[in-house]
Structures are given as structure tokens and as C-alpha cells.
């Protein structure tokens, strides 16, 4: 560092006009470095909105959800018949869904689909 900037002073006390060229690097060092600053400050701003974003819809999400968890846990201990029905409807669904994956597409569509579909309409249903 101290080589180049002796070789700046002598580059510029031998050229005619070298204190004008070094003052125009000086310029341009202190533009250059302005630049960069408001570069990382813009990306910081941006750094601190997406977080800001991100723990806002996290916070959002993790509130429905307990919502209805809440609600389902509410559900049960109300309806412990209806619940368990519905629990063990859904345990057969993906039971068959799973069990269906490895045997032909024929037995899969005759099958899965109708207790797919009958599954989620008593689901909403008891849902409403």
C-alpha cells in the first residue's frame, strides 16, 4: 500500500498537472466509496423488510393454526363419537392410499377415489 502510493507521488510530481490527476483519484476514490456504502445500506434496508415479512406471515400462520388446533381439540372433547369416526375414516383413507400405491392403477381409481371423495365430504360436512 505505502509502495503505490509512493509511486502515485512520483508518478505526479514528474507529470505536468499531477495534482490534478491525483486530485481526480482522490475524487473518484471517495465516489467509489459512497457508492458502496449506499449499496449496503440499501441492501440492508431490503435485508431487514424480508425478515420483517417473513417473521410477520410466520406469526400469522403459527395463529390460525393453533386456531384450529384449538378448535379441533374442541371438536373431540364435544363430539368424542363423531371424532373417532372420522379419525378411523381417515386412518382407512390413507391406509388404502397407501396400500394402493404399489398394485396397478385400475384397482387404485375403483377403489381410493370413491373413499377419497366420501371421506372429505363427511369431513366438511362435520366441519360446517
Known amino acids: 500500500m505505502e509502495s503505490n502510493k ?3 507521488q512520483e508518478h505526479s510530481s514528474t507529470t505536468p498537472g499531477g495534482t490534478s490527476q491525483t486530485s481526480a483519484a482522490s475524487a473518484a476514490a471517495q465516489r467509489a466509496r459512497q457508492a458502496t456504502s449506499t449499496v449496503a445500506q440499501t441492501a440492508s434496508d431490503a435485508y431487514e423488510q424480508a425478515s420483517q415479512v417473513v417473521s ?3 406469526e ?6 393453533n386456531n384450529t388446533y384449538d378448535q379441533a381439540v374442541t371438536y373431540g372433547r ?3 363419537g363423531k371424532f373417532t369416526l372420522i379419525a ?3 386412518g382407512i383413507g390413507i391406509g388404502v392410499l397407501i396400500a394402493g400405491l404399489g398394485s396397478g392403477r385400475n384397482r387404485k381409481s375403483r377403489i381410493v377415489s370413491p373413499i377419497v371423495t366420501a371421506l ?9
Open 120 to 128: 372429505s365430504e363427511i369431513a366438511m360436512e362435520v366441519f360446517r
Open 88 to 90: 378411523f375414516g381417515a
Open 6 to 8: 509512493r509511486i502515485t
Open 78 to 80: 364435544e363430539n368424542p
Open 60 to 65: 400469522k400462520t403459527a395463529d390460525v393454526l
Open 56 to 58: 410477520d406471515a410466520y
